[in-house]
């Protein structure tokens, strides 16, 4: 499977070849010498439990195995003179038709699906089936698939992971491999990994604690590596450490695929996550790209803190947040006028996403002004679910909401921290739907003549409002964005349309750039870049619509230069290891990016 060639030249696979010579040879009847029969060749059987068979396979990507596997089929865009080499005469219908056409059909099918979650399966069937087509179809249509494969429907596949399921995706990693997991990462059929993502499913979107059901997330995650960051799928890896669950649901729950046991924690867990990050660097190498994803912020914050010394990782929550965020509001800066630092945040929630981006944003001021940090992140107020983050509540808090413990006195509900703190952006990072209330909003647009409100958390149902409540509350004065999408909205004689600060318009751009150097570390100031490099493709004409963020569908091109600053950033920095580096690194990113048009085979 990993490679283009129709025989895998293996150890294995001499060795079988020989066997199937041999067993070939016992059907021959020497007497009449006809070959033939009913006899059980291979000892299948008569096979008993102590007489054990050999499951062996001959892997010629050729006739029907060639229909079956999913990096080289085609269906019936194979041509007339393919179909007479490689043994397809008789296994498909005689017409023959374009991947275009294909194209059509599948769009028009996922179409008559009224429920995303059946376009979702159908999805997934069409890249287990033919993986070109599935990325030709999601790119050409980038912006209707993509609430399908990722947001918020993705979300809804992971709740219901167990009863969909119907192939494994990825590599599962349990506590049952604690000593094997470098055997159960060889297992995988692709040896030239280049990015990872992997979960532990303890905080899968706002959705909580999924447990092994999380692997839709690393799945849908690399899908758009692939997709709008243009990473070879064959490079990328989804992987799930299942520590058990303490989802009571789920472990009542038939078809659930995971362990059947509350989360491993303390030594357990670390020791499995060590293991895994080992193991990861021990067969990948140096350069491998390892992105947390959707981890509970007790771990989140540490696996980071932990690795980011000895590996490339990045935690999409945290950093990618972060990164996309501060893209949105440097855009909104360009064309409202003012600087960040004449703005004062607020936010609701303190956890990855809330305190990852106050942090990337207090960096750019202090950069900007020359202000230390300590001094930038006074502009920045935090709100959880015990109130506004203030210096008296500094003992109890967790270490990373201590930085946001700023003098104030308490202020328990939001619309009072709104009212106290005069904020001229308000950002829902609280996993928490419907906590921008009317008064919130109204507060807003009472205190700002254009208030800036972003509700980030996923998917749909956990939004803190929606587009709707956000642009009618404030009488369409909002600069509004949100996490997961939200469809355009007519307001009086304008219609509206809502920008998706998520993160997926950065890692798959700073997965590229950081591949493409070969950075061995991920640094703040490339997530900074790479917020430039967007918030640079955003147009006055974007900003007209109410956009913050460049439209999805040119996301290949905005990729493309996301990639090429962070690149440019890793050259600058020396962290880059591919030497000498390319003169024009967006060309370079364009090339190097996957294609899913279909090869002519010989
Ligand atoms: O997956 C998304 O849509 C964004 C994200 O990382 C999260 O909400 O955890
Ligand atoms: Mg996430």
Known sequence: MSNGSLLMATDESTATLKEMRDGYAEVVDPKSGVSGGVQDVYGEDTATE??????????????YSLLRDPHHNKGLAFSEKERNSHYLRGLLPPTVISQELQVKKMLHNIRQYQVPLQKYMAMMDLQERNQKLFYKLLIDNVEELLPIVYTPTVGEACQKYGSIYSR??????????????????????EKNIQVIVVTDGERILGLGDLGCHGMGIPVGKLSLYTALGGIRPSACLPVTIDVGTNNEKLLDDEFYIGLRQKRAIGQE??????????????????????????????????????YGTTHLVFNDDIQGTASVV???????????????????????GAGEAGTGIAELIALEISKQTNMPLEETR???????????????????????????????????????????????????????????TKEVVEAMASLNEKPIIFSLSNPTSQSECTAEEAYTWSQGRAIFASGSPFDPFEYGDNVFVPGQANNAYIFPGLGLGLIMSGAIRVHDDMLLAAAEALAGQVTQENFDKGLLYPPFKNIRKISAHIAAEVAAKAYELGLATRLPPPKDLVKYAESCMYSPAYRTYR
Do not use: C
């Open 326 to 348: 501060l893209a949105g509001l440097i855009s909104a800066m360009k064309f409202l006028g003012g600087s960040l630092a004449d703005q004062r945040f607020l936010f609701l």
């Open 378 to 436: 006074k502009k920045i107020w935090l709100v959880d679910s015990k109130g506004l983050i203030v210096s008296s509540r500094l003992e109890s808090l967790q270490h990373f909401k201590k930085p946001w413990a700023h003098e104030h006195e308490p202020v328990k509900e939001l619309v009072d921290a709104v009212n106290a703190i005069k904020p001229t952006i308000l950002i829902g990072t609280s996993g928490q739907g419907r906590t921008f």
């Open 269 to 306: 867990y670390a020791e499995l996550l060590h293991e895994f990050m080992t193991a990861v660097k021990q067969n990948y190498g140096e350069r491998i790209l390892i992105q947390f994803e959707d981890f509970a912020n007790h771990n989140a914050f540490d696996l980071l803190e932990k």
């Open 50 to 63: 102590d007489q054990p068979v050999t499951p062996w396979s001959v892997s010629v990507a050729s006739g």
């Open 168 to 189: 494994p995706q990825g590599v599962f990693i349990s506590l049952k491999d604690k000593g094997k997991v470098l055997e159960v990462l060889r297992n995988w059929p």
